[in-house]
């Protein structure tokens, strides 16, 4: 967990200072043309409320009709870590109000999304915070390479479909990734400890 804090520590001032190395990368990615690709990169962005929504709300209703208090635990340790990630990074976005790639460079990036995200701010991203939150703690609770494998490239693929479609810069993405994956380790953790304590008395 220390590891993880100081790396969040050293990765925030490295992504606000990196705007150059930033815009090469996303240049490098991102085509503001249309492209085949778009469909698809803009159909994983716009599942991701529904899956970080519906992925504890599955395993409740499972553990409910299965009688599992573990899988309900499981759930309820889940939807907190997400939603503390994603309090974090919106308190982020309002504090560093680091503009859009496509409204910093409307010559070079072009929003693909779908969505008007012109008043919004962009460090760090917020889907990339709940796709991973969720994707981690499925793999912490879960870890079967059949739950790993789809969890990471699901995470993997959002966080890349946020560059693809010209919303988000690289350093936006990684945060969020840290921030949901943090959490998600600090959830699971404290899950863990709940559970061995009451399973002692």
Partial sequence: MRKLVALFLVVIPLSLSSQGLDYDILKAIHDPDPLPSDDFFRFVSNANFYVYCGTPVTLAIVGLATDNDDMLMDAAFMAAGTAVSYGIT???????????????????????????????????????????????????????????????????????????????????????????SGCAVLSHYVNKKLTSNAKRR
């Fill in 90 to 180: 919106l308190g982020l976005k309002y504090t560093v109000k680091r503009e859009r790639p496509f409204v910093a460079y409307p010559d070079d990036f072009a929003d693909k999304s779908g969505h008007d995200y012109s008043d919004s701010w962009s460090f760090p991203s917020g889907h990339s915070t709940t796709g991973f939150a969720t994707a981690t703690s499925l793999c912490l609770e879960y870890p079967r390479w059949y739950v790993i494998a789809p969890s990471c490239l699901y995470a993997g693929t959002l966080a890349y479909s946020r560059m693809h479609l010209g919303v988000h810069y690289p350093s936006d993405v990684l945060t969020g990734a840290l921030i949901g």
